[in-house]
């Protein structure tokens, strides 16, 4: 049985039949010519995000005539393959380690009763060296009156209880991680002027890059009836993979469709600068 095409012979081959260059493939799709390299040599590891891939996939296939369906499906075969390889070639791990012969058969019973001795004599050392601070404390502050509040230690609870500044920090999770579609800082919408909304409504698979100024960029492969919001009070900076395959809304108006099916469109702000300026 003949062994079925890689996801790069198979773009190749219908690239061919269409009598396209590689270059001509990247101005049709806009998609970079080394990308387009990549895709043909099985090199889809050495592309930015997994996410990305998928939209090329489809962006190649609509310029060239191949169908989609069964590119992404050879694709998809490849990244198994790449998996299970690597899971095999880990290394093995939970090896039985070498039987140990018990202590107690190996030293006397005088030496094991020393060390007990020794471990006690340690141990009641380091209780005392851990409450003479409180005792000090506490003689002091009864010398000078009864006041407790001098020379006494520092309550525990006080030294483990974080400060507000800190719950913030953990909760808000740092400017690294992006938050959900609607989600903006209360700070910043308090100062930087009326929230701008966008809507997107996918009535077919893509994938999304939308960037609302000052704020976390969003990536995510939408699937046909997927709805996705989100706020700013600048401007947004969208970036689609099929830009047929999703309609957008800006304050409750609809958008022009930002370019035909499979279509890649990079870095388009909305709204445009030009009309946002007063």
Not at 56 to 80: K, P, T
Not at 112 to 141: D, E, Q
Not at 181 to 190: H, L, Q
Request: charged share 20%.
């Amino acid at each position: 049985m003949p062994k079925p095409p890689t996801l790069g012979a198979y773009l190749v081959a219908h690239r061919e039949t269409r009598g396209l260059s590689v270059e001509e493939v990247a101005a049709g799709t806009r998609i970079a010519p080394r990308i387009v390299r990549a895709l043909e040599a099985d090199l889809v590891d050495d592309l930015l995000f997994p996410v990305y891939v998928r939209g090329f996939i489809r962006a190649y296939c609509e310029a060239v005539g191949a169908a989609s369906d069964q590119a992404l499906a050879l694709y998809d075969e490849a990244v198994r393959d790449q998996k299970s390889a690597a899971a095999q070639s880990a290394p093995t791990t939970g090896a039985l380690p070498a039987p140990r012969t018990p202590r107690s058969r190996l030293e006397p019973e005088g030496r094991r009763g020393a060390a007990r001795v020794a471990i006690g004599l340690t141990a009641v050392l380091l209780v005392a060296g851990a409450l003479y601070p409180l005792g000090a404390g506490w003689l002091a502050g009864s010398r000078r009156g009864g006041d407790p509040g001098r020379g006494s230690v520092p309550p525990l609870t006080a030294a483990l209880t974080p400060s507000p500044a800190e719950v913030a920090t953990e909760v808000d999770g740092g400017p690294g991680v992006a938050r959900r579609p609607g989600r903006t800082d209360p700070t910043t919408g308090a100062t930087a002027g009326p929230l701008r909304t966008l809507v997107m409504r996918a009535n077919e698979t893509t994938w999304i890059r939308v960037q609302p100024e000052h704020e976390p960029v969003w990536v995510e492969t939408l699937e046909p009836g997927a709805v996705r919001e989100w706020r700013s009070a600048g401007h947004f900076r969208v970036t689609l993979g099929n830009a047929g395959g999703v309609r957008l809304e800006l304050d409750g108006q609809a958008l022009p469709v930002l370019g035909t099916r499979g279509q890649v469109v990079r870095d388009v702000v909305l709204p445009a600068k030009a009309e946002s300026e007063p």
